[in-house]
């Protein structure tokens, strides 16, 4: 396993809202949760778009996250991912060096071919043609971002005539990129390809840990076949997770919303989590025996990462798969746990006080003789002191 020296932790953020609540203050909650997370010290959010099916709805993780970017003042933001089909690649190119600049450096452009097909639907694109639109929208963009010479492309869907960006993005050659990968073997051949992250969005699915195996691989072959350089540094696993001080109390917390996330993924996202099961406690039995998510404590979520670690071979950033299983309260306190109680394990801080407390510990009698000795002295120097002052008072 190659395992960073620090590995990186952060959300990514769909979103999930059930149908039904309020959408302006889930959006504002989402606003406020990255902001919690930023006082946290937590690294990076990756923002979604989606156009339909009513529970993931950002529609332009760009717009998102510039009003994120001016609530917090370091934690990295990135479009989770932006679909390349969607979109003019000059003007999504155009907009994310704006973000470059507005944030600073803080942007990430995460990119990958559309995920509903039913927003692939009402823009009339093939789904067969996604991957391949993916791609040709990806190279120009990055043609964009580095080339000081005016760029004519024209494919069946896009045309430039001597385009070139009036901006150099902010950030050399350009901002942080990474691919979306899910099973498919798209996503690591285009990151190799490209020389770009990965982003393995299902990594705790059944098919996607098993993915794990073999993704890593592939990157590196594209990589080399095209002249790149890849690095396991910039590869983020996703996964959910729900903590609290103990497994009862996880359990008792998801209660709360865990039952319309199982339906969405069953009947709109057609990916049946935990197959026909109703009970909300045997969705957690299902969920936490399979792998699929940690409902549980900050000792679980260590070992699903130790093992996530273990299947890849070594990542560098794990992500949260936000969701709002447990109610306000309890999924702010789920991040602080971790952070609290699981970061440091996986960043390399905990040895050195662990020594240090260790060594003085061990020398405790050495460094307290001393110490006692000093106090001593002090006691008698004082003594003294009064004494010599008292003879000459008389």
């Not at 790149?228 to 209660?255: F, I, N």
């Amino acid at each position: 396993m190659t395992a960073p020296d620090r590995m990186g932790f952060g959300i990514f953020m769909a979103p999930f809202h059930p149908v039904g609540e309020n959408p302006t203050t889930a959006l504002h909650r989402d606003l406020e949760l990255i902001e919690w997370l930023d006082q946290l010290g937590y690294d990076e959010a990756w923002i979604g778009e989606h156009h339909s099916a009513g529970f993931e709805i950002i529609a332009s993780p760009e717009v998102f996250i510039a009003a994120a970017a001016a609530r917090t003042r370091h934690i990295r933001l990135g479009t989770g991912v932006s679909s390349l089909p969607y979109h003019h690649p000059f003007m999504l190119a155009d907009r994310m060096v704006l973000l470059d600049h507005l944030t600073l450096g803080r942007a990430m452009f995460g990119v990958g071919p559309g995920a509903l097909p039913s927003d692939a639907f009402m823009l009339g694109i093939d789904p067969m043609r996604q991957r391949e639109m993916m791609d040709e929208s990806l190279d120009t963009i990055l043609a964009l971002f580095t080339s000081d010479e005016p760029i004519t492309r024209e494919t069946d869907w896009f045309t430039l005539r001597d385009a070139r960006l009036q901006l150099r993005p902010y950030s050399r050659p350009h901002m942080e990129m990474a691919v979306a990968a899910t099973v498919s073997p798209a996503g690591p051949r285009a990151a190799g390809k490209y020389g770009l992250g990965l982003l393995s969005i299902g990594a705790t699915t059944a098919t996607g840990f098993d993915a794990l195996g073999y993704a890593w691989t592939i990157t590196e072959e594209l990589a080399a076949e095209h002249g790149k350089t890849v690095s396991r540094e910039k590869w983020r696993l996703v996964g959910p997770m729900h903590l609290a001080p103990t497994m009862d109390q996880a359990r008792r917390d998801v209660a709360f919303g865990l039952a319309p996330w199982v339906d969405y993924f069953k009947r709109v996202a057609a990916l049946p989590l935990v197959g026909e099961i109703d009970d909300v406690g045997e969705m957690v039995d299902a969920l936490n025996a399979g792998g699929l998510a940690v409902i549980g404590t900050p000792r679980d979520a260590a070992a699903q990462i130790a093992r996530l670690a273990n299947q890849s071979g070594g990542f560098g950033t794990y992500l949260f798969m936000a969701h709002e299983w447990a109610d306000r309260e309890a999924t702010l306190r789920s991040y602080e746990l971790f952070a609290r109680h699981v970061m440091a394990e996986f960043q390399g801080t905990l040895p050195r006080l662990a020594a240090s407390r260790d060594w003085a510990a061990e020398n405790r009698p050495t460094f307290m003789g001393r110490s006692f000795e000093a106090i001593g002295k002090a006691i008698q120097d004082h003594a003294g002191e009064r004494a010599g002052r008292t003879r000459q008072a008389r």
